[in-house]
């Protein structure tokens, strides 16, 4: 039976349609009606997000979606954050610039995570895209202060430049001056945020810009910007919505004078963050924007100790996001938990993640206040050096709403240290009631049990964190066969072998992505592995030589086992192996 | 009991972390590889090795990105850790050189930095299979001892690595026979 769909109804109008279908998930299902909804789709497809740069190459994409305008890519592991992928190990963005160069010359948006992007790619950037809008480049790294000068010499209608976390070279030609490169009738600025920028930028063409973008509403400023820099500035763009200072650890009477000043001139702003080495006394030049913020980042603040930071999260009544270290103690969050009942997302950092001994007055207590207090608080990062289970069991039954739950005790293998045992019961209480959690983070003192409750419970879960947990193969079974929902599954240091990766090997194939390093698993297994599952990429990240010249029942290093429609790559440095014997480079 | 349920064959599940290789975690007082034990150890490696936790040695744990390490720690931790320069003095050669372990992230890069500082090869095979190789990396570290470089987690050798020295296997022999305490006066005794 021919369908009437294709023959009757114009083409223009269901692509008009589809232009009000935005999410990845519908879009791809509408593409699946039919062979010309397929096809209306795909050329009406304008923003891609690919999780993993390696599960697609650039010309499967630019085949299937020839006229794409913002485009989103992923690279390391997570786990690379905490140095535990070795350097050179791949997320290469050169050869997608150098596609989406000629395929897209209409792209606008371009956000890189964990990726690797040079001077030369970010030099084609500019010159290949005339309305390149915005570029966000989060934990890159690659490039340095010459590629900046190319984005802003050459993009005539950006908006934004976020560097959020990026590691950047200061070439010392241009310290600072490409920011000069930005022409003199530039004024479209949005959003620039270069507080990861480790040296300093010219003031005199900061402030210029500043001057002349009317739309400028976020800026973020890295540590050399002063004090009484920031007021010039923040005179010039009273609009400010969203800002983040520099240093300024010499408190000046007349800094601050002239300091709160121009923070009462800004009645937008709602975000604040920076305040590296600030000195406490400059601390009220912002409690009067204090009620209008709905966020705050204190997490870089080492300065301000509990009783400064109790003064002044108490004036945040409508604070939805707030990230601290430590520093703010039970205490803190007690008032916290009383003052901002519209809190979302709380992350607490370790102020001295290395030392033996607590050096503050921060417990599990704390947690328990904040998820007694705040009725919205759906997203959690919080590190600590005791729990119980009765607390974990306290925070779910408050908390059936928690999305994202991250919980760090910076011992490994911690008990519960009101009995000593293991916290199992606690975090099976988070997966039991809250039936919307999404991520998890585990730590602490936990046997396979506790993996038996996610795989019970945690149906919607999506990403777990494991470290030092499990005592069998049983664990990472429970978790494979039962979280239906998972995409990324990343473990440390936990006794997980063979048996249960190999006899769960197609629940791979539904998932991003499965790192693991210093557990049990053989090279043998993971031979076997990527010589079944075509469609997965068996990765084998070790730095002791060929495994080839081990017995094949010796563990290895790390692995990561990632699903592609695009095979091997091609960029493998001489550290990772795959089953394909000559993909190994450089060693023999 | 439970294992059962699993559905496959279950043999002999090994537990624990992995034996074998390179220990990711080591307790340094306990199983420290001073140098004088290397030259006469070559069997027993890896049945001997106990992997025992030391605070604070294992590698990105706790889970604080490497941006926020950088960032966030007193300015005075910062400077410090900011430039870790020690001095190389290789065997043979007629100068020392200078190298800065915070600009590597792993052994592998520090060997591929010392081959260009000496213009040998070999380092990375030292490294990796330390009884068979023409020459022998080794380290002072902050108790004075003389250590084979690659032993412990990558973390652990910058904070402790005072110097390095590469030196020729045919030396190695004498030196491994000096006891522990007199390794610091043998140091100067670097070859012409």
Not at chain 1, 189 to 208: D, G, K, Q
Not at chain 1, 554 to 577: A, N
Not at chain 2, 141 to 161: A, Q
Request: hydrophobic share 40%; with cysteine.
């Amino acid at each position: 039976m021919k369908m009437m769909m294709g023959s009757s109804f114009p083409e223009e109008v269901l692509e008009h349609v589809f232009s009000f279908i935005e999410r990845d998930k519908d879009r791809n299902a509408i593409s699946t009606v039919c062979q010309s909804w397929y096809e209306i789709e795909r050329w009406s497809r304008r923003r891609v997000f690919v999780g993993n740069c390696y599960a697609v190459s650039p010309l499967i994409l630019i085949k299937r979606f020839p006229d794409v305008r913002c485009l989103e890519l992923k690279g390391k592991p997570h786990f690379a954050d905490f140095n535990l992928v070795p350097e050179g190990w791949g997320a290469y963005v050169s050869p997608w610039i150098a596609a989406a160069s000629t395929a897209y010359p209409w792209l606008e948006e371009i956000r890189l995570k964990r990726m690797v992007i040079s001077d030369d790619s970010l030099e084609l950037i500019s010159k290949s895209f005339k309305n390149f809008k915005v570029l966000v480049l989060s934990s890159c790294e690659g490039f340095s202060t010459e590629g900046l000068a190319a984005i802003a010499a050459n993009c005539r209608n950006l908006r934004e430049l976020d560097l959020r976390e990026s590691e950047v070279e200061d070439l010392n030609q241009s310290s600072g001056h490409w920011l000069s490169h930005f022409p003199d009738n530039y004024t479209s600025l949005v959003s620039l945020n270069i507080a990861c920028l480790n040296s300093e930028v010219s003031f005199t063409a900061l402030e210029r810009l500043v001057g002349r973008c009317p739309n400028l509403r976020t800026l973020r400023l890295n540590r050399a910007v002063p004090l009484d820099r920031l007021a010039i500035l923040l005179r010039r763009a009273p609009q400010l919505v969203e800002l983040g200072t520099g240093e300024a650890s010499d408190l000046r009477p007349d800094v601050f004078s002239n300091l709160s000043g121009a923070f009462s001139g800004c009645k937008e702003l709602k975000s604040l963050s920076g305040f590296w080495d600030v000195a406490p006394g400059y601390l009220p030049v912002v409690y009067p924007i204090c009620p209008r913020l709905t966020s705050l980042n204190l997490s870089y603040a080492a300065t301000i100790q509990s009783s400064d930071l109790i003064k002044l999260v108490s004036q945040c009544h409508n604070l939805q996001k707030l990230w601290v270290l430590d520093y703010i103690e039970d205490l803190g969050l007690e008032a916290l938990a009383a003052s901002c009942k519209d809190l979302r997302e709380l992350r607490v950092f370790p102020s001295e993640p290395f030392g033996a001994e607590p050096n503050v007055l921060l417990t599990e207590q704390g947690l328990v206040s904040v998820s007694e207090g705040c009725p919205k608080l759906h997203s959690v990062l919080y590190f600590c050096r005791q729990m119980s289970n009765d607390a974990l069991r306290t925070i779910a039954r408050n908390r059936p709403n928690m999305t994202r739950f991250r919980l760090c005790i910076i011992e490994p293998r911690t008990p519960d240290y009101l009995n000593h045992q293991s916290l199992d019961v606690g975090f099976g209480a988070i997966v039991e009631h809250c039936k919307d959690l999404r991520r998890l983070s585990l730590s602490g003192l936990l046997t396979d049990r506790v993996f038996e409750y996610i795989g019970t419970y945690g149906k919607k879960l999506e990403m777990l964190s494991v470290a030092f947990a499990g005592d069998s193969d049983l664990g990472l079974h429970h978790v494979l066969s039962g979280c239906e929902n998972l995409r990324k599954l990343e473990i440390r240091d936990c006794p997980f072998g063979d048996k249960a990766l190999l006899a769960n090997a197609a629940k791979l194939e539904t998932m991003r992505s499965l790192w693991m390093s210093s557990c049990s698993v053989s090279f043998g297994a993971c031979k076997l592995l990527g010589q079944k599952m075509p469609r997965l990429n068996v990765e084998v990240i070790d730095e002791r030589g060929p495994p080839g010249s081990r017995p094949e029942s010796c563990p290895v290093e790390k692995l990561y086992i990632y699903r592609t429609i695009s095979g091997q790559r091609f960029d493998m440095p001489g550290f990772v192996w795959t089953k394909d014997e000559n993909s190994a480079l450089g060693l023999s | 009991m439970e294992k059962e349920g699993l559905g496959l064959e279950i043999t002999e599940l090994r537990l624990g972390l992995p034996g074998g290789s390179a220990p990711i975690l080591v307790d340094k007082n306990e199983k420290k590889r001073v140098f004088s034990d290397i030259s006469d150890d070559h069997e027993n490696s890896s049945t001997d090795w106990k992997l025992t936790q030391t605070k604070n040695q294992v590698v990105g744990w706790p889970p604080v990105c490497s941006y926020r390490r950088k960032n966030s720690f007193h300015e005075k931790d910062r400077l410090e850790t900011s430039k870790m320069y020690v001095k190389v003095s290789m065997d043979g050669a007629p100068f020392l050189r200078k190298v800065d372990l915070s600009m590597h992230e792993g052994y592998s890069d520090l060997a591929v930095a010392l081959e260009k500082l000496f213009d040998c090869f070999g380092i990375g095979e030292a490294l990796k299979d330390a009884e068979n190789s023409e020459q022998v990396p080794i380290y002072e570290d902050k108790d004075g001892d003389w250590m084979l470089v690659g032993d412990v987690p990558w973390e652990m050798f910058i904070e402790s690595c005072k110097r390095l020295r590469i030196m020729k296997r045919s030396e190695a022999k004498g030196f491994g026979l000096q006891p522990k305490g007199s390794h610091k006066g043998n140091s100067k005794d670097v070859a012409k």
